[in-house]
């Protein structure tokens, strides 16, 4: 099972669109069992799939202890293959707590996917993380092998990677196995600035070969609650995340061609 948090300290550079694009071509062409868990108290990614925020059990219940015992009552399936963990604003009541009591309870996430991994029934956990680290994405990190950095090409953006990555590392210290998969640029669209923020990250850091393009089907596809890999099988993002899914997970084994 491999677990992978899309993280950025910034915010609107693509994090909930990536999981979502991510989760829709792993479950619908490659045939894996994928749990996405969200992390934001903006419940975004909660809200795409279930128009609301649920009266179950949401991920700070478990973050807090107050969870099923068994790991699969706490989700929610939301299409074949493809299973869910809401979040709730109870995760901003959750920072104070956090803060209060220090990290004990923050492992509480790596337990919960220590129980999925021994299940052996899902592939691929994708964490969708706020802006900026809360008690919910440090969890995830803890609970995390891999971190994904989605990033636009501005300038302010680019400066912010490297507190991204001195993150990243103080985080090694409490979960050392944690690597970056590689930073995701976003909205790529031809212009100078973009092609020399993308020429100077290329020279810092480890950037994932495929870009994202810019495309007015993805904000579309969010109004309409569909994924754009699933709206618009043709635009230019579409394409672009199924050679992403290629890059980090390999050639498509047992569900046919991308
Ligand atoms: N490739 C793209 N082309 C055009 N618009 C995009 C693209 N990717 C994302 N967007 C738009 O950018 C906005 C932010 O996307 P998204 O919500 O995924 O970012 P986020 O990092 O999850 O934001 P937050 O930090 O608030 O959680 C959305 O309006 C989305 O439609
Ligand atoms: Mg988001």
Not at 43 to 53: A, H, I, Q, S
């Amino acid at each position: 099972m491999r677990a992978i948090a899309i993280e950025n300290l910034k915010g609107g550079v693509g994090k909930t669109v990536t999981t979502i694009s991510l989760a829709h071509i792993l479950t619908e062409t490659y045939g894996k069992r994928v749990l996405v868990v969200d992390c934001d108290g903006q419940c975004n990614l909660t809200r795409f799939y279930l128009g609301e925020v649920p009266d179950t059990v949401t991920l700070a219940e478990v973050l807090e202890g107050n969870h099923d015992p068994y790991w699969m009552d706490n989700v929610i399936g939301v299409k074949p293959r493809l299973l869910l963990l809401p979040a709730s604003q109870e995760l901003y009541r959750l920072d104070l707590a956090a803060l209060r009591r220090g990290a004990a309870g923050l492992t509480a996430l790596q337990d919960f996917l220590e129980a999925v991994a021994e299940d052996g029934t899902v592939d691929v956990v994708l964490f969708d993380c706020p802006p900026g680290f809360t008690a919910a994405s440090t969890a995830a990190l803890m609970a995390a092998d891999e971190i994904i950095i989605p990033v636009l090409m501005d300038g302010f953006s680019v400066e912010g990677m490297t507190d991204m990555l001195l993150q990243v590392s103080s985080m090694r210290e409490v979960n050392p196995a944690l690597r970056v998969a590689g930073v995701l640029i976003n909205q790529w669209h031809r212009c100078p600035a973009v092609t020399e923020g993308e020429r100077l990250l290329r020279s810092m850091l480890p950037v994932f070969r495929q870009t994202i393009r810019r495309t007015d089907k993805v904000p579309e596809s969010i109004f309409l609650k569909a994924s754009v890999v699933d709206y618009s099988v043709t635009s230019a993002a579409s394409r672009d995340y199924r050679l992403l899914c290629q890059e980090i997970f390999g050639e498509v084994d047992y569900c046919g061609k991308i």
